[in-house]
């Protein structure tokens, strides 16, 4: 495929200007970022790119649709303009025109970048405070999910401390994306290894009934940064009461559903016991717990009665 004179799959040398970004520019040309990243290991600090500086760009057209370039354009400020009606002209949020403009005040006659990804993007700060980095704003770029105002498609996240350069840029596996809640309630902070260190997950889909899937990025303290972990996948409406224990609280239909305790185990978690409850009539359940020996690769049911369902 060929946009105006670029080559889908080929390489281009970018020369960066003012409002751009790195993770806006390998988005500007469809190219994943983490392969931008690891093609330009010559920059000093990717986090803080500056005008002038030349970007390899891979692959491009390999995650999405080429934009540009140009990958910023200009926008002259006129007199009414706020940042949500500018924001609203270009498809986009205030966010993002801000990223792009950080510090910038609403002066008439004055020009705003504005990215030439932007259309349809969605961007906006979600503040938390983490261990050991303080506030944070999390930023989750995505195109909105369609007849679900509150979802978005996220293909990437962003962390930052206000409008400031990027701490880290993190690439949502493609075979895990999906139309995330992250609105309000998608995005939970909290301690999910009890390394003293605050991890992150949110929310991947939402279900029919309450198992509700999370992708999970533990923090890392070798290299101060967030780390998908594909070991945590099982784990559904996960609850974290401490003595190095996580509860999945899973849901297979109305006539059976259980809670499985994981351990951590040479610093990952493991499935070291399954209670459930299976529905035979209108009154009873079978109720069953079953234990895991992760090492020896064996389970072995512990008790197994017959009782009243449980409210």
Known sequence: MIVGNLVAGSTIQHKVENGEWLMQIARCYGAAYNTVLQANQK??????????ETVSVPNIGSSSEIYGPPCVQQYTIKPGDTWTSIAQQFTTTTAIL??????ALLVVGRKLNVPANGGGLQANCFPETLTPQ????FYFFGKPVENNPTAIDVD?????????????????????????????RGLVVEDMNYDGYDDFRFIEFLPANAS??????IYDPASSQFVYNEAYRPIISPEFPGNN?????WWGGA???????????????????????????????VHRIIKYDDAAGTSEVILEETGPIPE
């Open 212 to 217: 509700i899937p999370y992708l999970y990025y």
């Open 134 to 137: 303080g506030d944070i704003c």
């Open 255 to 285: 006539a059976y559903w259980g809670v499985d305790t994981y351990l951590f185990v040479a610093g990952e978690p493991v499935l070291s016991q399954r209670e459930e409850w299976d529905v035979i009539n209108d009154t009873e359940a």
């Open 245 to 249: 224990e996580i509860l999945s609280n």
């Open 156 to 184: 990437t996240i962003e962390l930052s401390v206000g409008l400031g350069p990027a701490l880290q840029t993190i690439d949502v596996p493609q075979e895990t994306a999906a139309p995330n809640e992250v609105i309000n």
């Open 98 to 103: 801000q990223r792009a403009n950080p510090g």
């Open 43 to 52: 920059l000093f600090n990717p986090n803080m790119i500056k005008p002038g």
